[in-house]
T-cell receptor
Framework: NAGVTQTPKFQVLKTGQSMTLQCAQD?????MYWYRQDPGMGLRLIYY???????DKGEVPNGYNVSRLNKREFSLRLESAAPSQTSVYFC?????????????FGPGTRLTVL | SQQGEEDPQALSIQEGENATMNCSYK?????LQWYRQNSGRGLVHLIL?????REKHSGRLRVTLDTSKKSSSLLITASRAADTASYFC?????????FGKGTHLIIQP
């Protein structure tokens, strides 16, 4: 099992460009999450999907959109990238759609917006 | 907002010593989780302690939870070079899973 995979690993964008970060899990988990991590900071939740067909905003959703494509895949889209979105993005999944289970994380996407 | 705040921010000890990290949180939680992050990698779950538990062990890890003080501690015994990493606590509650800023642990050989 690959666990949680993310593509791409690195990306450089110019201000105003758009891109989609892809995430997939092969653990048959119900819930999936997108976080961002800035230097010296913990992770902040952008969006989450408690189950297939549902998505909800987290702590820092502005400037982002998400799509739960199916049970395996959860994508994060930046419509018009800004330098403030320079960060490392992590996707995670968990078995239950509640906050009582451990989360499994992908390796991250390092995004730089110039 | 950050749910957990770890203390210290950085810790350097000799291999074989014990490492203790503390975490304080602000609101009520269902559980308190600890994660490890090696440089440039994703987070790895270490241990989860529920709000009705006071202590939990897993291998060389010991976690305590004091809900009256809204605090938790992570003890790593007999540290190894491979334990060098950042450690994050995360409170699981109505607002979801929210992370602290982490403790960077360095194990000196």
């Amino acid at each position: 099992n690959a666990g949680v995979t993310q593509t791409p690993k690195f990306q450089v964008l110019k201000t105003g460009q758009s891109m989609t970060l892809q995430c997939a899990q092969d653990m048959n988990h119900n819930s999936m999450y997108w976080y961002r991590q800035d230097p010296g900071m913990g992770l902040r939740l952008i969006y989450y999907s408690a189950s297939e067909g549902t998505t909800d905003k987290g702590e820092v959703p502005n400037g982002y959109n998400v799509s739960r494509l199916n049970k395996r895949e959860f994508s994060l889209r930046l419509e018009s990238a800004a330098p403030s979105q320079t960060s490392v993005y992590f996707c995670a999944s968990s078995r239950q759609p509640t906050w009582v289970n451990e989360q499994f994380f992908g390796p991250g996407t390092r995004l730089t917006v110039l | 907002s950050q749910q957990g705040e770890e203390d210290p921010q950085a810790l350097s000890i000799q291999e074989g010593e014990n490492a203790t990290m503390n975490c304080s949180y602000k609101t009520s939680i269902n559980n308190l989780q600890w994660y490890r992050q090696n440089s440039g990698r994703g987070l790895v779950h270490l241990i989860l302690i529920r709000s009705n538990e006071r202590e939990k062990h897993s291998g060389r890890l010991r976690v305590t939870l004091d809900t009256s003080k809204k605090s938790s501690s992570l003890l790593i015994t007999a540290s190894r070079a491979a334990d060098t990493a950042s450690y994050f606590c995360a409170g699981g509650g109505a607002d979801g899973l929210t992370f602290g800023k982490g403790t960077h642990l360095i194990i000196q050989p």
